[in-house]
T-cell receptor, first 115, second 114 residues
Framework: KNQVEQSPQSLIILEGKNCTLQ??????????LRWYKQDTGRGPVSLTI?????NTKSNGRYTATLDADTKQSSLHITASQLSDSASYIC??????????????FGKGTKLSVIP | DVKVTQSSRYLVKRTGEKVFLECVQD?????MFWYRQDPGLGLRLIYF???????EKGDIPEGYSVSREKKERFSLILESASTNQTSMYLC?????????????FGEGSRLTVL
């Protein structure tokens, strides 16, 4: 069964500090992995997408990594800001038996950045 | 920018009432989805549609139905609301082609069933 596990479930950090969120998956065959950011009371918004051939990708202060061999991804946030407080959801796309693409969602990591 | 608009941000209904949640997208996306989001469970797919009048069951379709009469509009229907359907409902849309389709979400509809 396809699964996506995220850790930690929640995290509290001081403003200005760095943090790393983890995503482990068992989706196979793998197509791509997206990180979404969901502000409280809002819908998720895509931060970045990682494909099989990509190891690292940056989007401002956000850097995502992918190790397709160990089926792990991380999202590193540098110099955190109060606006980074949100839930971060890892979503993995895999090829289903019917030839279409199926999305498997992680349960998210809730990040709180405090002054 | 893609915009996905959900008709109601907050609803309070009584057990047994019929509930309509509407979603409209303005980017001519073929695919539309309804998810529910609960603490500790993450997002779970209720139904999706890849074309007008087409619908497919997701992981938790029981107690729900959907309607897609126009490409831009996807409605979620709770025929007889129950307390265990209290949740945040999220609509999303995406292009049909390719594995890297990004989901564009609405702001969500928080439903409370008393």
């Amino acid at each position: 069964k396809n699964q996506v596990e995220q850790s930690p479930q929640s995290l509290i950090i001081l403003e200005g500090k760095n943090c790393t969120l983890q995503c482990n998956y068992t989706v196979s065959p793998f197509s791509n992995l997206r990180w979404y950011k969901q502000d409280t009371g809002r819908g998720p918004v895509s931060l970045t997408i990682m494909t099989f051939s990509e190891n690292t990708k940056s989007n401002g202060r956000y850097t995502a990594t992918l190790d397709a061999d160990t089926k792990q991804s991380s999202l590193h946030i540098t110099a955190s800001q109060l606006s980074d407080s949100a839930s971060y959801i890892c979503v993995v796309s895999g090829l289903s038996g019917a030839g279409s693409y199926q999305l498997t969602f992680g349960k998210g990591t809730k990040l709180s950045v405090i002054p | 920018d893609v915009k996905v608009t959900q008709s109601s941000r907050y609803l309070v209904k009584r057990t047994g009432e019929k509930v309509f949640l509407e979603c409209v997208q303005d980017m001519d996306h073929e695919n539309m989805f309804w998810y529910r989001q609960d603490p500790g469970l993450g997002l779970r797919l209720i139904y999706f549609s890849y074309d007008v009048k087409m619908k497919e069951k997701g992981d938790i379709p029981e107690g729900y139905s959907v309607s897609r009469e126009k490409k831009e509009r996807f409605s979620l229907i709770l025929e007889s609301a129950s307390t265990n359907q209290t949740s945040m409902y999220l609509c999303a849309s995406s292009l049909r082609q390719g594995p890297s389709r990004e989901l564009f979400f609405g702001e969500g509809s928080r439903l409370t069933v008393l």
